[in-house]
C-alpha cells in the first residue's frame, strides 16, 4: 500500500510540473513568488535562501473551511506532521489529553515549540502546549519548521516551531467580521473580530466561543477566547505593539472505552501578554519584546464507575516571563547576519486541595531560568550559492551550558529551483514535572538531544504553484522516560535512543482561476515506534471557485499510525473525506456547510477513544 500510494503521488506531481512547462504564456506571468517567512531566522526572508525546511499555511487555506481551530488545517497541509484528536471539538489537558503534535515523529513530550509571533507557548510546570489555545481567529499565517529549531529558539524546539502569527491591517480603513456555526452533537461556534487602521495606529481585536456535546457521554467541550493586538508607528523605520490573549475551557473526559471514566473534568484558564519595540532599516532590523504568560488549572481526576470519587481537585498555576531581542542586519553584499539574547523565567505552583478541609497537599512550588546568546550567519557568495551557519549557548538553571550549532547550504541551480541541505541539533531541558512532581520525579535528569541531516529540492512554477521533496535523518539520544527501579519504584532516568528516517513530497497547482489543487506525502521510518506518528501519511486537496460558489474537498490517508509506544505496538490505518461548500448570497454575506469524515470511518488517533463517524455543520461568515 505505501508503495503504490507512494509511486501514485510521484506520477501526479511529475504530471502537473510537465503541465506547468507548457502552460499557455497569454496567461502565464514568469514573474516569480519568492515566499517570504520570518520562524526560520527571526527577519523576514525569502524561503529560497533558508536551509531549513519550512511550511507556511496562509489565512486562505486557514479559512477555508471555517474551523475555529488552526491545528486540522495543520493536520493537512504540513508534510511530515501529525495532531491526535479524540472528539470534533476539544483537546483537554491531563488524563485523556489528545493535541499530541509530533513532526518527523518527534514532539509528543515537549519537544515541539508554538509561538504566537515569536513568543513561546507552553505550560510553565507541563512544559507541554495549549492545544486549545490556538485559534484561527487570531491568525494571519502559521509557519512550521519541520526540524531542529534550537539554534534559534532554545529548549522545546527540538523537533520544530509552530509559529503563528497573527493579523494586522496594512492599510487605512477597517475590517469587521463574523462567522456563527452548529452542526452535529449539539455543537456551536461563533466568532468575530475587527481591524482598523487609522495613520499611526492599528488595532486587532476579537472573541470567540464554542462548545460541543461531543459523541460520547461525558466528552463536552466549552471554550470562550478573547484577543487584542494594539500597534503605534513611533516613525517610519519604529513601531510599537502590544498584545493580550485570554482563552477559558472546560473539558470532560470520558476516559477510554475500555476502562471509562466519571467526573474527569478540567477548568484551564491560559493568558498571555507581550510588549515590543520594532525597527525596520533597509540595511538592519530587530525586535526588542517582553513577556509574560500565565495559567491557571482546575482538574479532577475522575473515578471509575462503581468507584469512590476522589477527594481532591489537582490545582496549579504557572508562568513564563521572558525578554527577547534581536538584530539582523547585512554587513556587506550578499550578508545577513542575525544576533539575538534570550532570557525566560518560568515555573509555578501545583497542589492537591482537600474536599474535607484539610492542609493542602503541595507538589511542586519553584522556578527556573533559561538564557541564551545566539548568531546566525547567511552568505550570499554567487547567484547560485549561499551559506548558513548559527550558533547558540544556552544556559540552564538546572542542567548548566548547551552548544547548539547548525549549518547548512542552498543551490539555485536555475531562477526556478532550489537544493538544499542542512546539518542541526535540537534539544530538550528536562521539565518541571519530570524533575520536581509525581513519584518518578528526578532533580538530577540532563537534556534530550537530537542531531538532523536533511537534502531537500524545490521547483517553483511560475505563479502557478510548486513541487518539492525532502529526505531526512534524525539521531536522537539521552531521552527522558520512566523505568521501574530494583526497588519497584518508577524514576525518570536519561535512557535509550531513537533513529528515524524518511521522505517527504509536497506540491501545489493552479490551473486556471477556478481549479487548484494541493498535495503532500511524507514516509517515515522509526526504529523505535511512538504513539501519535503514523508511517505514511497522504494528503490531496482540490478547490473550486466560480462566481459566489466555492468548493472545498480534502481526501486524507493515514496508514500504521501507532496508538502505543514500542516495536509491536497496535496501529490504525483510515481514509477520511473532508468537503466544504459555500455560497456567497450578497458580496458581505456568505453562507456555508461542511462536512467531516464522510466516509464514516470508523477510527482512532488516540488510544481509546474513538472519533465520531460522519459529522456536518452549517452556516454564516460576514465581511463588512
Not at 193 to 201: I, L, V
Not at 280 to 308: E, V
Not at 344 to 351: I, K, T
Request: glycine residues 10%.
Amino acid at each position: 500500500m505505501q508503495n503504490r500510494t507512494l509511486l501514485s503521488l510521484c506520477v501526479s506531481i511529475a504530471c502537473l510540473s510537465m503541465q506547468a512547462e507548457t502552460v499557455n504564456k497569454s496567461i502565464a506571468d514568469t514573474t516569480q513568488i519568492q515566499e517570504v517567512v520570518v520562524t526560520g531566522t527571526r527577519n523576514e526572508t525569502p524561503a529560497s535562501l533558508l536551509p531549513t525546511a519550512v511550511t507556511v499555511v496562509d489565512r486562505t487555506r486557514l479559512t477555508e473551511h471555517f474551523r475555529p481551530s488552526i491545528l486540522p488545517t495543520l493536520n493537512e497541509q504540513v508534510p511530515g506532521m501529525f495532531l491526535t484528536s479524540r472528539s470534533m471539538m476539544g483537546y483537554g489537558v491531563s488524563t485523556g489529553a489528545a493535541g499530541s503534535m509530533m513532526v518527523r515523529g518527534v514532539g509528543g513530550n515537549a519537544q515541539l515549540l508554538v509561538l504566537i509571533d515569536g513568543q513561546p507557548q507552553y505550560a510553565g510546570l507541563m512544559g507541554h502546549p495549549i492545544p486549545d489555545a490556538y485559534q484561527t481567529l487570531m491568525a494571519e499565517r502559521v509557519e512550521v519548521v519541520r526540524s531542529p529549531a534550537s539554534m534559534m529558539y532554545g529548549s522545546n524546539a527540538m523537533g520544530g516551531v509552530v509559529n503563528i502569527v497573527t493579523r494586522q491591517l496594512l492599510e487605512d480603513g477597517q475590517k469587521t467580521h463574523i462567522q456563527l456555526g452548529a452542526g452535529s452533537y449539539g455543537t456551536l461556534q461563533g466568532e468575530a473580530s475587527n481591524q482598523a487602521r487609522f495613520g499611526r495606529f492599528s488595532s486587532v481585536v476579537g472573541a470567540s466561543y464554542q462548545r460541543s456535546d461531543g459523541h460520547r457521554p461525558n466528552l463536552a467541550f466549552e471554550q470562550e477566547t478573547g484577543f487584542a493586538k494594539l500597534g503605534y508607528d513611533l516613525s517610519a523605520n519604529w513601531k510599537l505593539l502590544a498584545d493580550a490573549n485570554v482563552t477559558h475551557f472546560n473539558a470532560s473526559n470520558p476516559g477510554p472505552i475500555a476502562a471509562p471514566l466519571l467526573d474527569n473534568d478540567s477548568k484551564i484558564t491560559r493568558g498571555l501578554a507581550s510588549f515590543s519595540v520594532q525597527n525596520n532599516y533597509a540595511a538592519t532590523s530587530g525586535t526588542l519584546r517582553g513577556f509574560y504568560d500565565w495559567g491557571h488549572h482546575k482538574i479532577d481526576d475522575g473515578y471509575s464507575p462503581g468507584g469512590t470519587p476522589r477527594d481532591n481537585f489537582y490545582f496549579h498555576d504557572d508562568h513564563i516571563a521572558g525578554i527577547t531581542w534581536y538584530q539582523s542586519a547585512s554587513l556587506f553584499l550578499g550578508n545577513r547576519t542575525t544576533v539575538g539574547l534570550d532570557w525566560q523565567n518560568f515555573g509555578g505552583h501545583a497542589w492537591n486541595r482537600y474536599h474535607d478541609g484539610r492542609p493542602d497537599n503541595e507538589l511542586a512550588d519553584t522556578t527556573q531560568n533559561e538564557v541564551g546568546a545566539y548568531v546566525d550567519f547567511r552568505q550570499t557568495i554567487a547567484p547560485w550559492i549561499t551559506l548558513d551557519a548559527g550558533l547558540r549557548l544556552d544556559w540552564h538553571s538546572q542542567t548548566g551550558t548547551e552548544w547548539v550549532p547548525q549549518g547548512g547550504v542552498t543551490f539555485h541551480p536555475s531562477q526556478n529551483d532550489d537544493l538544499k541541505a542542512i546539518v542541526s541539533k535540537g534539544f530538550r531541558n528536562p521539565i518541571i514535572r519530570e524533575m520536581y512532581m509525581f513519584p518518578p520525579k528526578n532533580p538530577d535528569l540532563e537534556p534530550e538531544r537530537m542531531m538532523n541531516y536533511e537534502l531537500s529540492y524545490t521547483h517553483r512554477i511560475a505563479e502557478r504553484g510548486h513541487v518539492g521533496a525532502n529526505i531526512f535523518l534524525i539521531k536522537g539520544d539521552n531521552l527522558i522516560a520512566t523505568v521501574r527501579q530494583a526497588s519497584g519504584r518508577p524514576l525518570n532516568v536519561n535512557t535509550g535512543s531513537f533513529t528515524n528516517h524518511g521522505l517527504e513530497l509536497m506540491g501545489d497547482y493552479r490551473f486556471s482561476d477556478h481549479w487548484s489543487v494541493n498535495a503532500n506525502y511524507s514516509y517515515l521510518h522509526m526504529k523505535k515506534p511512538v504513539a501519535g506518528a503514523p508511517e505514511g501519511k497522504l494528503y490531496v486537496g482540490a478547490n473550486y471557485q466560480c462566481g459566489p460558489i466555492a468548493l472545498v474537498v480534502g481526501l486524507q490517508h493515514i496508514s500504521d499510525l501507532y496508538l502505543a509506544n514500542g516495536v509491536g505496538a497496535p496501529s490504525e490505518s483510515f481514509t477520511l473525506l473532508n468537503a466544504t461548500a459555500s455560497y456567497r448570497i450578497i458580496p458581505q454575506i456568505r453562507v456555508f456547510v461542511k462536512g467531516d469524515n464522510m466516509l464514516a470511518e470508523r477510527y482512532q488517533t488516540y488510544n481509546g477513544y474513538p472519533m465520531p463517524k460522519a459529522t456536518f455543520m452549517g452556516g454564516v461568515s460576514v465581511d463588512l
